[in-house]
């Protein structure tokens, strides 16, 4: 199959935009969420848009490290997750009323914005209208500022006709 599918590249110490730059010159598209420093948000990781066929050559090129696998296989990461993750950057901070009580330590689902859908644990509250979700990928957590109206506990959630998800507590 020739499909371009996402990968999980680990890097070497702070080489993930060498690695993105590497990758360039080799015609593969690599990305890694940055924060608003131009630091990135997964250290050591970079994902990777490739062809299973292509994946030897990533092991040549600087800042490479391995690819992630999980029981021998190249982990693979769903498109939609990364395209919420090049949205991140554009997360609005308006600041609204909080809805429903949450208390950390609540799984919650993003209900709105660029992150929608994804899943995580309320890490803390910051004043009435701010919420840090964990949201865990690849071992490593990605702490994410919303606004309050952003997230619902997972208990509270309905089943969504058609979507073929099933929301309930993890």
Do not use: C
């Given at each position: ?26 015609g593969i598209e690599g990305y890694t969420p940055l924060d608003q420093a131009k630091m990135p948000l997964f ?128």
């Amino acid at each position: 199959m020739t499909e371009y599918v996402w990968y999980a590249a680990y890097t070497k110490y702070r080489k993930e935009l060498r690695l993105i730059a590497a990758l360039a010159k080799q015609g593969i598209e690599g990305y890694t969420p940055l924060d608003q420093a131009k630091m990135p948000l997964f250290k050591n990781y970079v994902f990777v848009q490739a062809m299973e066929s292509q994946l030897h050559r990533l092991t040549y090129l600087p800042g490479f490290a391995y690819l992630v696998s999980f029981g021998g296989q190249p982990a693979t990461i769903p498109a939609t997750q990364i395209s919420a993750l090049k949205h991140l950057s554009h997360l609005g901070h308006a600041v609204s009323k909080q809805q429903y009580t949450l208390v950390p330590g609540n799984h919650v689902r993003v209900t709105n914005g660029p992150l929608k859908g994804l899943t995580g644990k309320l890490v803390e509250i910051k004043g009435k209208h701010k919420l840090v979700v964990e949201i865990s990928r690849l071992d490593q957590a990605l702490m994410v500022t919303l606004s309050a109206d952003q997230a619902l506990p997972i208990e509270t959630l309905i089943p969504m006709p058609h979507s073929g998800e099933q929301h309930h507590a993890e």
